[in-house]
């Protein structure tokens, strides 16, 4: 077990090397950041200035090498926007995406895994159709569509949760059903499809001779086996929710990574939007080894192979 996650923990570290590479040399020859610090009216002379005191005139290479190393020290740059550290204002930010990232996924579950379980018991009956149609109407909503239905809704017309804002627990309401509704139809066909494959095992048909029927069967038989692919999808959409957080915090105005990564991008500071590219790429590669992980620990069939 042991060398497994020393296997998968190189190959996420290298993955994560890879992303700061490729995000650092693609937003400086995309972008001049002396321009971005300077503004639409810099004189060469201003840009030539700012060039040589920020270290702007180096080989690429250099500053990357230079950059990683305050990364891995803590040391995460100056924002051009804000004249604030960069790692201030992620820290500042963070636990708002956090909590919102962990409530809409906690919304996936409750929607998603009971309907999969339900679409499972009796396939192709009127719950199945009702199961995999709530999936699809999932799926093809767009999330700043159903964000600004569900204002209209229950912020407007019935004024139940506020509109805007993250002081309390009510105004992750809204955004966290608009960013876990995303995730449903992923995590209920996978529960119906592994649930619907454990239910024809030897070990189930056993069971039913017992005397098992319904969710007694379901919960203490078949979910056990059926649920390791589900693990796996939650955890990678745990990370996506992380960094795809950006047109839900917008939209309900949440001060939260996915806002500041918005208004970064429309600053033009550079150093502010690498290091959250990164942030987000990491927490992402963290979670899918956390799920190769205990899918590991559940399984010994994957560590052995």
Do not use: C
């Not at 409750?110 to 396939?123: D, E, R, V, Y």
């Not at 909503?141 to 506020?162: D, E, K, Q, R, Y």
């Not at 005397?211 to 203490?220: D, H, Q, V």
Request: net charge neutral; proline share 5%.
């Amino acid at each position: 077990m042991f060398r497994y996650i020393l296997q998968r923990g190189a190959l996420a570290l290298a993955v994560a090397f890879t992303v700061s590479l490729a995000t650092f040399f693609l937003l400086n020859v995309a972008t001049d950041p002396a321009y971005a610090i300077a503004g639409e009216d810099a004189t060469p002379e201003m840009l030539a200035q700012i060039r040589e005191t920020h270290g702007l005139d180096r080989p690429l290479a250099s500053r990357y090498f230079d950059w990683l190393g305050g990364v891995l020290t803590g040391d995460f740059g100056e924002s051009y926007y804000w004249n604030k550290p960069v790692a201030e204002l992620v820290a500042s930010r963070a636990p708002t995406t956090i909590a919102l990232a962990l409530s809409a996924l906690s919304v996936t579950i409750l929607i998603s895994i009971p309907l999969g379980a339900l679409a499972a018991l009796k396939p192709n009956s009127w719950a199945d159709r009702f199961a995999l149609g709530v999936a699809v109407s999932a799926q093809a909503v767009p999330n700043f569509w159903l964000g600004l239905i569900m204002i209209i809704l229950f912020a407007v017309t019935v004024p139940i949760f506020p509109v805007s804002g993250d002081d309390t627990w009510l105004h992750f309401v809204l955004p966290a059903f608009v960013l876990g509704a995303s995730s449903v139809p992923a995590v209920m066909r996978l529960t119906r499809t592994g649930l619907i494959e454990v239910m024809d095992s030897d070990y189930i048909r056993t069971a039913r001779s017992k005397g098992f029927r319904g969710m007694p069967l379901l919960t203490r038989h078949a979910m056990r086996n059926a649920i390791l692919p589900v693990v796996s999808v939650l955890a990678v959409q745990l990370g996506q929710k992380f960094g795809g957080s950006v047109i839900t915090e917008s939209i309900f105005a949440i001060n939260g990574l996915g806002r500041l990564a918005l208004e970064s991008i429309l600053g033009s500071d550079i150093p502010t939007v690498q290091m959250l590219i990164f942030v987000f790429a990491l927490v992402f590669v963290a979670m899918n080894l956390l799920a190769d992980i205990m899918n590991a620990a559940l399984d010994p069939r994957i560590r052995i192979g």
